[in-house]
């Protein structure tokens, strides 16, 4: 596609509220090309709203993915432990 055609796309999206991130990724362009395709568009206070909330959720895009890898990786480190904690008590005396 025409970097032409791809700046038109890329404003457009952004007056849709998108992200810089976000029109880069969907364009395959950088987004320091977007940004300076989209310097002068202004955002409604809605869509900048929009943007700061899913930026401060803990659950949108990657971050999910990284808080489930990071809780798999604590409870196998927790099973692992409380195994050998196991193993460890039972060869104890009696005494």
Known sequence: MAK???????RKLRKNGNSIKEIALK??????????WCRDIELTQ???????RRMKDPYYGKRAIYLKTVKDKK???IAKLFL?????????SLR
Not at 46 to 52: M, R, T, V
Not at 84 to 92: A, E, P, R, V, Y
């Open 84 to 92: 050998k904690g196991k193993q460890s008590i039972s060869t104890l």
């Open 4 to 10: 032409t055609k791809l700046m038109m796309l890329a």
């Open 27 to 36: 364009l395959h362009v950088s987004s320091g090309s977007v940004s300076i």
């Open 75 to 77: 409870d196998q480190t």
């Open 46 to 52: 809605e869509q900048i709203d929009n943007l700061q």
